[in-house]
């Protein structure tokens, strides 16, 4: 069965810090994988997906950056945080259609 | 683009009662429709998913959900509200992308379950 997975779960970083968060699905080949966030009082943004290696999209213009390195491994980044970057950042994978299999999330605290 | 909305971001109901949380999409095409639920820090679960078959769909955990084209809704309900159903309920509408679908996502509604 697949399994889809995202770490750190919590993170706390600096304004001006660097990020880097990691999904990776298991048990699948060539799966579409996205990037949402989840901020309070704005339900759930779609920020990036990926329907193949080294292939992104962006949805909204934004401080944060997407990379998929490998074929399983979907990784959200940025430079230099924002206070506005925190948030609940999901992964979701899914075949064709739209993404119907979640992680468990990251809670990003910039501070 | 599609879209949901989610009428009442908080829903209270007591422990037993009916669950009824509302949701009206907007599509120019026929839509694909689901309902997830959140547990606080946790990811979304799928609930039930509308996809042009039965209008009426039963989900996990004992909800279900009925398609009303000439109302343009998609309300979920469940008929005993039990307490471990505390949580973020979402609707969501699928939606063309370029090389692909993802979803859009209502605002969600917080579930609370009194004894």
């Not at chain 1, 999904?23 to 997906?49: I, M």
Request: aromatic fraction near 12%; charge should be positive.
């Amino acid at each position: 069965s697949q399994t889809i997975h995202q770490w750190p779960a919590t993170l706390v970083q600096p304004v001006g810090s660097p990020l880097s968060l990691e999904c990776t699905v298991e048990g699948t080949s060539n799966p579409n994988l996205y990037w949402y966030r989840q901020a309070a009082g704005r339900g759930l943004q779609l920020l990036f997906y990926s329907v193949g290696i080294g292939q992104i999209s962006s949805e909204v213009p934004q401080n944060l950056s997407a990379s998929r390195p490998q074929d399983r491994q979907f990784i959200l980044s940025s430079k230099k945080l924002l206070l506005s970057d925190s948030g609940f950042y999901l992964c979701a994978w899914s075949f064709e259609g739209p993404p119907l299999h979640f992680g468990n999330g990251t809670r990003l605290t910039v501070t | 683009a599609q879209s949901v909305t989610q009428l009442g971001s908080h829903v209270s109901v007591s422990e037993g009662a009916l669950v009824l949380l509302r949701c009206n999409y907007s599509s120019s095409v026929p839509p694909y429709l689901f309902w997830y639920v959140q547990y606080p820090n946790q990811g979304l679960q799928l609930l039930l998913k509308y996809t042009s078959a039965a209008t009426l769909v039963k989900g996990i955990n004992g909800f279900e959900a009925e398609f009303k084209k000439s109302k343009t809704s998609f309300h979920l309900t469940k008929p005993s509200a039990h307490m471990s159903d505390a949580a973020e309920y979402f609707c969501a509408v699928s939606d063309k992308i370029d090389s692909g679908y993802a979803l859009n996502f209502g605002k969600g509604t917080s579930l609370l379950v009194t004894p």
